[in-house]
């Protein structure tokens, strides 16, 4: 599951048929448009945008996206209507999932501030359980308030990791979005003083993120706990590779900590992935190998050994595979600690 390059206008479409968003309305997006391992990673799983909104009276949005949204409300009430006319109306706690391709519409009941956070969802492996859903599906969330605080820690970390982003380059479709900065502040986020190049909490936070909503989004669809017991234990495994990547992970020794046999393995993580098991060991290396190049000053050789990798030369030539770019000039253009 390699990293995948973030190219929205060759990845998704939309037709936005109404945008309504009232001056008074506050918005933080996650700034997922940085360069940095952290930002790869959410986008790498399909996540293409995300934010936390507050919006009263005028604000509406009717748009057909082929990528699916995902709104999580707080506080207040909120009317979904998709393009039957059917009308649904949503109160606190409940976490509403519109599939991509369908056209939708949703607004704030009149007379009260609507406080939700969301997410763009590009349709990727890991959200294959989504593609059966054809219509749009509302339910209580059990995690909606722990996947708050992430969000609020990833923001607050990634922004304090690179300080210096220049908001004019952000990409179009972003267009909506305040200035970072000023978004922290409106919703109370602290804004950093100093660069950081320890970018481990943003990456915990990061982590955290996609497997709540992760988990929110399976029950959410019906498809529960993803066989359970054999989810937690491959959830299990995949931290297992992320301590230690540097050791070798071979089909079987993961099979046997699964207690599969290498074909049932090799079922099972097709079934969730559309991946090999190797694909997400060579995932989970990439993401840790950019990590320690831009917060540490360890030659590529060092760092190929620290992720598994006994041949530098093999490790450039994976790496390149993933970010386009060598190990060297991934650290020179995204060392924003510099």
């Known amino acids: 599951?390699?990293?995948?390059?973030?190219?929205?206008?060759?990845?998704?479409?939309?037709?936005?048929?109404?945008?309504?968003?009232?001056?008074?309305?506050?918005?933080?997006?996650?700034?997922?448009?940085?360069?940095?391992?952290?930002?790869?990673?959410?986008?790498?799983y399909g996540i293409f945008m995300g934010g936390i909104s507050k919006v009263t009276d005028g604000f509406r949005i009717t748009r057909t996206a082929d990528f699916h949204v995902v709104i999580f409300t707080l506080d207040g009430e909120a009317?979904?209507?998709?393009?039957?006319?059917?009308?649904?109306?949503?109160?606190?706690?409940?976490?509403?999932?519109?599939?991509?391709?369908?056209?939708?519409?949703?607004?704030?009941v009149p007379g009260n501030t609507w406080h939700f956070f969301w997410f763009h969802l590009v349709d990727m492996p890991i959200w294959n359980f989504l593609r059966s859903v054809k219509e749009q599906i509302t339910g209580k969330f059990r995690a909606g308030e722990f996947l708050?605080?992430?969000?609020?820690?990833?923001?607050?970390?990634?922004?304090?990791?690179?300080?210096?982003?220049?908001?004019?380059?952000?990409?179009?479709?972003?267009v909506d979005s305040p200035l970072l900065h000023k978004s922290m502040t409106e919703f109370q986020l602290p804004t950093p003083h100093i660069v950081r190049k320890d970018s481990g909490i943003a990456e915990l936070h990061a982590e955290l993120i996609w497997r709540y909503l992760l988990r929110e989004l399976r029950e959410l669809a019906g498809v529960g706990e993803s066989s359970?017991?054999?989810?937690?234990?491959?959830?299990?495994?995949?931290?297992a590779v992320s301590?230690?990547?540097?050791?070798?992970?071979?089909?079987?020794?993961?099979?046997?900590?699964?207690?599969?046999?290498?074909?049932?393995?090799l079922r099972f993580v097709r079934r969730i992935y559309d991946r090999t098991p190797l694909d997400i060991v060579v995932h989970i290396r990439m993401r840790k190998a950019a990590q320690l190049l831009l917060e540490t000053e360890l030659p590529v050789m060092t760092v190929a050994a620290q992720v598994g990798y006994k041949s530098t030369?093999?490790?450039?030539?994976?790496f390149r595979r993933n970010f386009n770019l060598t190990p060297l000039r991934y650290r020179k253009r995204n060392n924003c600690g510099s």
């Open 1 to 44: 599951m390699q990293d995948q390059q973030f190219e929205p206008e060759r990845q998704i479409h939309w037709r936005m048929i109404r945008k309504e968003i009232p001056q008074n309305c506050r918005q933080l997006f996650l700034p997922l448009y940085l360069d940095h391992p952290t930002t790869i990673k959410l986008r790498s």
């Open 79 to 108: 009317v979904f209507q998709t393009g039957n006319g059917a009308e649904t109306r949503v109160g606190p706690g409940m976490v509403t999932l519109i599939p991509g391709g369908l056209e939708h519409d949703y607004w704030p």
């Open 148 to 174: 708050l605080q992430e969000m609020r820690g990833f923001v607050a970390e990634i922004s304090a990791f690179c300080p210096d982003q220049n908001d004019r380059e952000i990409p179009y479709f972003y």
């Open 228 to 239: 359970s017991i054999e989810s937690q234990k491959l959830d299990r495994l995949w931290e």
């Open 243 to 265: 301590q230690k990547p540097e050791l070798p992970w071979t089909l079987p020794e993961m099979a046997a900590k699964m207690n599969m046999s290498v074909s049932s393995f």
């Open 313 to 318: 030369s093999c490790f450039v030539t994976v």
